[in-house]
Structure formats: structure tokens, C-alpha cells
């Protein structure tokens, strides 16, 4: 896709882009390691409701858009596409859709190596579990944080809707356990074996995290339109 080209360049003429990106997969990896149990035993529920489902996926994620907006907000980011006389809301789409795409891709490897590292008595079950939750979650994570990059200045509001993600997607199994299924935290960890949000079964959330990431997506690409229109 024509419009999809300026995300992905991001990401392949710019080798430090992949920097924090390879920086948490390392990190991942070495937590797999230590995750490994003596005889043979399942690590892969430590890892992935441990290191991966708290940090390293929604961090994957939130490289991943970082590199594909180039730092910028997304109003920024399409700001060269858009004056060539393209859509403002089209570019917005293929830019966030290419975040997610990646997005995916790395968090879903990234996950299923690190189960393959940890090791489990149901190794092939849990690699592919690991595969399509973690591709999942990084694409409903690179839509939340393309929305959270259409506020503030230079696109700011990314790292208040990391904060929102943690604090909110955090409360499965208290009071305010509910507000936990409108996040990507809450619904991916009741995915990977976790608490959860609301007691509402695991495919209910796989449901809610892709209703989510795509209301984001069409969310953010809306705000995109609109702030290039006041222009």
C-alpha cells in the first residue's frame, strides 16, 4: 500500500528505531530464562503473565507506533503525506495500521519465543496460544497508543494512555474491576491465564480486544482528519 510507505521507511532507515524494540525483546528472553523450571517443568505461565504481559508487550507496542510516527504526534507524522494531497484520515489509517501490523508481528514472536524458552509439558498448545494472543494484544496496544498519540503537544498524550493502561488495566478483580475491560492490560492478561476483569470468559476478551483496537484506529484516524482540517 502506497500510503503505508513513509511508516514502514521509519522503521527500515532507521536502524535506532528498533532499538527500545530489540532492547525489550532481550529483556523478555533473559526473563524466559530464568522462568525455566529444573525437570522439565512449565515456565511459560511466569513468563507470560510476569515479564511479558506486564512489561514487555505493551512496551513492544509502544516502540513499535513511537518508530512508525517517527517520534511524533500522528498529526505530525502524516503531515508529509498529507501535502501531497492525500487524505488526512487514509494516511492516518495506513500510518496505524502499519503500527499495528509490526506491532503484532514483533509481540507475537516475541511472546511464543519466550514460551519456547521457558518451556512447558504442553509446549505446542502454549506456542500457539502465545503466537495469536501476543499478535493480538500488540495490535489492540499499537491502535490504543495511536489514539493516546492524537493528544498533546507532539503527541504526547502516547505515554499518558501507557499510564491509563497500567492503572486502569490493573484493577481486574477489585471494585473497579470493570473499567479493567476497556483497556488492553485487562482483557490480555485474563488472555494469558491472569484475573479476569469482571470474571467475563477469556473469549470475551479476545472480542474486546479487537473491538478496542479497532475503535482506536477509527478513533485516532478521525482526531488526525479533524486537526488537519483546522489547518
Known sequence: ?????????????APRAWLSIALWSAFAIVSALAARQPGGGSGADRILLGAFGNVVAPLLAFAAVGSALGGEGLKEAIRPVVALGASPSRVALATVLTAMGVSAAV???VGGAAVAIAGSPHLGADLVASLWIGALGG????AWFSLGATFGRG?????????????????AGDTSSTIALFTPRGNLHNLLGGVAPDDVPQQVSSVALALLGGACLLLAARRANAASAKR
Do not use: E, H, K
Open 1 to 13: 500500500m502506497i500510503l503505508a510507505r513513509v511508516p514502514l521507511a521509519r522503521f527500515t532507515n
Open 107 to 109: 509481540t507475537g514472536l
Open 139 to 142: 495490535a489492540c496496544y499499537a
Open 155 to 171: 503527541g504526547g498524550g502516547r505515554a499518558t494512555f501507557l499510564v491509563l493502561d497500567f492503572l486502569l488495566g490493573s484493577s
